[in-house]
């Protein structure tokens, strides 16, 4: 009877961690909408990233999305980084938009937050890195609201504006080109902030988004990430709680 016993309560704990550790995905358009985007600019375009399965509090995550295009330096049609063509045609939300509030809301709730992010391009390897960290401590009681393991929970929206983004070369200061050269955008790094201060990664379920590539010809994602993102130890330290 003991081990009986023993063995219900291994399966319990089991369970229970399977339950908390959430799962993220990356998707067009909502936080369930299709992997590919086929697009010759003209309009703004979106990511959402987005976790399902998360059953314990927390207080703060982070999630880092890497990009490049196949076979050559990201295209100037989706360089969003200070010194690049589509320079300020960029957004980042930490909060659900409207349009998916309803159906993904926000995995930190309501509550006061404090963010860092960050769009980056790496000359030297012709990949982009696109980071938020998001703090949400609430003297230390992290958004006890989100802990539904059948709701799935907003984390990021990535708004790439391609209004100005064409096909081809482009014209310089008027249009930015390579809009059409296929790209693949993954998850580099997930992770979650218990009250208690640990930091937990999240498994993937969807881990890649491809533009102009229907079949993922390019097999995304593929090779190690040159950009090598920061670690949360080296993000943190720069919250207040």
Known sequence: MSRIVASLLMLMATASTCLAAGAVSLNRNSCTGPINLDTTGGGPVNAYVSVLGQSQVAQAYQCITVGHATGAPMRDAWRFDPASCNSGFFALNHT?????????????????SLQIKDYAYDPLTGWVRITLANA?????????????PAQRYFLANYVFDLTFSVPGAGSPGA????????????????????????????????????TNDPNNSAFCPFGPDPAAPRTWGSIKSQYRN
């Open 136 to 148: 949400y401590p609430n003297n230390g009681l992290g958004n006890p609201g989100a802990v539904n």
């Open 175 to 210: 249009t930015c080109g390579g809009v059409e050269a296929p790209t693949c955008w993954f998850l580099n790094s997930t992770s979650w902030l218990d009250n208690n201060g640990i930091e937990t990664p999240w498994a993937l379920a969807s881990e890649y988004l491809t």
């Open 96 to 112: 659900a938009p409207a349009t998916v509030a309803k159906t993904c809301p926000s995995f930190q709730g309501n509550l006061q």
